[in-house]
């Protein structure tokens, strides 16, 4: 079983890695310096939280990053499953239901209502593993998007 910890700035090189393969899968260009930046900024002012899956050489092998948001209608916080990734070579391991059970640990110790996600529907290993760690489908709400451009 691979260790979940809490990401450090000593993971930064690494993790900045795992990142980048991450953006890469959802087809943004490759960014390691911006990767190391954002996540240096997201650690340093406590705007989310991020657990790494290492192997006992130190390694690190996947990643899960959180960022607490609240629910008005709850009065209470919930957190946002942002990224899930885990390199090729080590998936179908149980590696990111390692990573799952591990930001639902985070709900419970925050006093948190859930957490919820999204994902492509082209992501089929995503969309067939939310649902095997019991995340359910919301097929009740639209879901809409803006951008300044």
Request: aromatic content about 12%.
């Amino acid at each position: 079983m691979m260790m979940i910890r809490k990401a450090s700035m000593d993971d930064i090189d690494q993790l900045a890695n795992l990142f980048d393969l991450y953006r890469i899968f959802y087809e943004r260009p490759s960014d390691i310096e911006g990767s190391k930046r954002f996540l240096s900024a997201r650690m340093g002012k406590g705007e989310s939280e991020i657990y790494v899956a290492a192997e006992e050489t130190g390694l690190l092998t996947g990643f899960v990053q959180l960022y607490p948001v609240f629910s008005s209608t709850r009065m209470t916080r919930l957190w946002l499953l942002n990224d899930l990734y885990v390199l090729e070579s080590y998936r179908g391991k149980g590696i990111s239901i390692q990573l799952i059970d591990q930001a639902k640990q985070l709900v419970a110790d925050t006093g948190a209502c859930g957490m919820y996600l999204e994902t492509a529907k082209s992501n089929l290993i995503g969309n067939r593993l939310y649902p095997r760690t019991d995340f359910v489908v919301d097929e009740d709400h639209n879901y809409y998007y803006w951008s300044k451009g």
